[in-house]
């Protein structure tokens, strides 16, 4: 059944639902309250790795949770310090800084003990909650916003929960084969959810292998030559950004000056800025932009975007440059911008955006660079940028190619955000019983 008819067909109408006690949630009649230490069982203890030097262990650590999300393999010579010796089926609450959630469900099939850093609060199931259910529950508001709550430290890194109130917190707790419905379900979710993280990797993956084959082999197959930026196709010829600007066919230009134009001017609404602090690789991060009335930015008007044009943060990481489309024409170029803006009939100006991320490129943009604290760039560096010059027909074969990975790319990256937002709202719902999991259990009992 698709998530978004879940909050449809599967509320809990009907049911008596019991007022609020410790968590910020009512929840159905039939389901009961429990701590969370309620529901954890004896652990196995701790054990020092030093006793067992060439022992491998796996080893859940708080670094490698932060960096890959999976335990690692580490020999006990290589763990200096007391570690919680845990089984399958616990679950490891991060009780260093909870603002950053570090929530781990112990389940491997390797045949090396587990091991676990005492940062973790473990929660080994007595056989009252499902393992999984309690994993997903400890991502709830009910659970995080308490662990929030009860934390000392005179920092946020130096934050920690206090195990034993930790414990202490309240859970709404249905019978165990609705938790059992309810992970399953929310399993379901997330593992669509990484389903389409996956095809983003693997279309950023193509994107990549498809750039470096066109930039060294091209679109039409011929044979291939040696330049000093790298091999091309022997037809493609190679200028400078500078010469394809000659004769009055392009132009290359900074930004206002911090006195034409300060924060004190921005506005509610009206013409958006674009400053290198909103530029992504080939894009524009919208969602937080700066405005200026109409009136300043007429004033700016040499500023002014159009269609076509090419933008590239004046210093720091020259990776961050945008292609101006459609959507974009109209806006202002910011401080700290060079815009480059170029009508030369050999050029499709896409296919130049897209060229500037090749290695060769931002190499020689970094290497020409000049500042001993921040590298910069000005209209001089940039007009000698080396840029690749195929046919015109076999540039804009290239550009609709890579454009079209770059929009699903774009499609995938703005669905993101929305399945997150779907998924904890799934995830509060079902853990609240405000959205009933029944219909689904009984579901499963017919088939």
């Not at 399958?88 to 090396?112: A, H």
């Not at 044979?223 to 400078?240: A, D, N, R, Y």
């Not at 134009?261 to 506005?267: I, S």
């Not at 703005?414 to 853990?431: G, I, K, Q, S, W």
Request: aromatic share 8%.
């Amino acid at each position: 059944m698709k998530t978004d008819e879940l909050f449809s067909e599967h509320s809990n109408v009907g049911e008596t639902v019991k007022p609020p006690h410790h968590t910020h949630f009512g929840f159905p009649e039939r389901w009961r309250e429990e701590s969370l230490g309620g529901l954890s069982g004896a652990s196995s203890g701790t054990i020092n790795p030093l006793d067992f030097p060439n022992e491998l262990f796996e080893y859940y650590s708080i670094p490698a949770f932060q960096e890959q999300n999976a335990p690692i393999l580490e020999r006990g010579s290589a763990i200096f310090s007391i570690k919680l010796l845990v089984e399958n089926g616990t679950v490891l609450f991060g009780k260093l800084n909870p603002r950053v959630l570090k929530v781990w469900l112990v389940d491997s099939e390797s045949p090396n003990r587990r091991i676990a850093s005492t940062e973790f609060l473990p929660i080994v199931s007595n056989g009252l909650a499902e393992p999984k259910f309690v994993y997903f529950m400890c991502h709830s508001d009910i659970v995080v916003s308490e662990a929030r709550r009860l934390v000392s430290g005179s920092t946020p890194s130096r934050q920690r929960v206090d195990p034993s109130a930790f414990y202490e917190i309240l859970i709404p707790l249905p019978p165990l084969d609705e938790q059992r419905t309810i992970a399953r379900t929310l399993d379901a979710v997330r593992n669509t959810i990484e389903a389409r993280r996956h095809e983003l990797r693997l279309e950023r993956e193509r994107k990549a292998a498809l750039m470096d084959y066109l930039f060294t082999h091209g679109a039409l197959g011929e044979p291939t030559k040696q330049t000093e930026i790298g091999k091309m196709p022997e037809s493609w010829k190679l200028t400078t950004l500078g010469e394809l600007c000659n004769n009055g066919l392009g132009s290359i230009q900074t930004g206002p000056f911090g006195s034409q134009l300060h924060a004190a001017d921005y506005v509610q609404s009206g013409i958006p800025v674009v400053n290198p602090t909103h530029l992504l690789f080939n894009g524009i991060e919208t969602d937080r932009l700066p405005k200026i009335n109409k009136e300043l930015a007429d004033a700016l008007s040499r500023h002014y975007l159009f269609e076509g044009d090419i933008l590239i943060s004046r210093r720091g990481d020259f990776s961050r440059y945008a292609y101006i489309g459609s959507k974009e024409a109209g806006w202002l170029c910011g401080t700290g911008c060079l815009l480059v803006r170029l009508a030369n009939p050999a050029v499709e100006n896409y296919f130049l955006a897209i060229s500037m991320s090749l290695e060769p490129i931002q190499n020689y943009l970094k290497d020409a660079a000049v500042g001993s604290i921040m590298p910069n760039l000005n209209t001089r560096i940039l007009s000698r940028m080396p840029v690749i010059v195929p046919h015109i027909e076999e540039q804009r074969r290239i550009a609709e190619v890579v454009r079209s990975c770059e929009a699903k790319i774009r499609a995938l990256e703005e669905e993101e955000p929305l399945r997150d937002e779907l998924f904890n709202a799934m995830l509060e719902e079902l853990m609240s019983g405000r959205l009933s999991a029944v219909p689904l259990l009984e579901e499963q009992s017919t088939k």
